[in-house]
């Protein structure tokens, strides 16, 4: 159980173009969903935490408004990359948790690997 | 804000060797501690979780401690095999559910 699942896996896409990325839990209803990215050969760093039905919070330094997230049901987020550049090119990771979970454990997806062109 | 650090950031050795990986951090108020591995270009996979009131947590050949007091996780792999191969992460929660990742130990178990 608690599988969670993003689509696509990787995406390739030209400068000024918009990717919208996928997050679902599968079999578990997710109140809180959290977007990470992952530049090569570093860590996991937090971008946002979006709860079901309300607006993401955004780390420090995440343009909210180049980086949308929606997280319209209890199993599915969405990730939109607006107006790619190179430099958005990255690993992006989510992840779910329930506060039916012991201690909120989080589980994460697969991740998405994206190339600005 | 919780700062996690992980020694060393790369390590290689022979097959067969036991092998320990440090995690520490800074905020000592958790209710957990998370241990990922994850392969290139993959996501993570959960290897232990250990709850605050545990001091450790096995998985096979996995032993994973965790010492609030001190603010430092150690991720002991016994017998290590090139499979291993791998960056482990360690990661602590803070002000809630948000995880905040060490910079993880890249490991490299020859043949």
């Known amino acids: 159980g608690a599988v969670v699942s993003q689509h696509p896996s990787w995406v390739i896409c030209k400068s000024g173009t918009s990717v919208k990325i996928e997050c679902r839990s599968l079999d578990f209803q997710a109140t809180t969903m959290f977007w990470y990215r992952q530049f090569p050969k570093q860590s996991l760093m937090l971008m946002a935490t979006?709860?079901?039905?309300?607006?993401?919070?955004?780390e420090q330094g995440v343009e909210k408004d180049k980086f949308l997230i929606n997280h319209a049901s209890l199993t599915l987020s969405t990730l939109t990359v607006t107006s790619a550049h190179p430099e958005d090119s990255s690993f992006y990771i989510c992840?779910?948790?329930?506060?039916?979970?012991?201690?909120?454990?989080?589980?994460f997806g697969p991740g998405t690997r994206l190339t600005v062109l | 804000k919780q700062e996690v650090t992980q020694i060393p950031a790369a390590l290689s050795v022979p097959e067969g060797e036991n092998l320990v990986l440090n995690c520490s951090f800074t905020?000592?108020?958790?209710?957990?501690l998370q241990w990922f591995r994850q392969d290139p270009g993959k996501g993570l996979t959960s290897l232990l979780l250990i709850q605050s009131s545990q001091r450790e947590q096995t998985s096979g050949r996995l032993n994973a401690s965790l010492d609030k007091s001190s603010g430092r996780s150690t991720l002991y792999i016994a017998a290590s095999q090139p499979g291993d191969s791998a960056t482990y992460l360690c990661?602590?929660?803070?002000?809630?559910?948000?995880?905040?990742f060490g910079g993880g130990t890249r490991l490299m178990v020859k043949p």
């Open positions: 979006s709860n079901e039905g309300s607006k993401a919070t955004y």
């Open positions: 990661a602590a929660p803070w002000a809630g559910n948000m995880l905040t």
């Open positions: 905020d000592s108020a958790i209710y957990n």
């Open positions: 992840s779910a948790s329930q506060r039916a979970f012991s201690y909120n454990e989080q589980f």
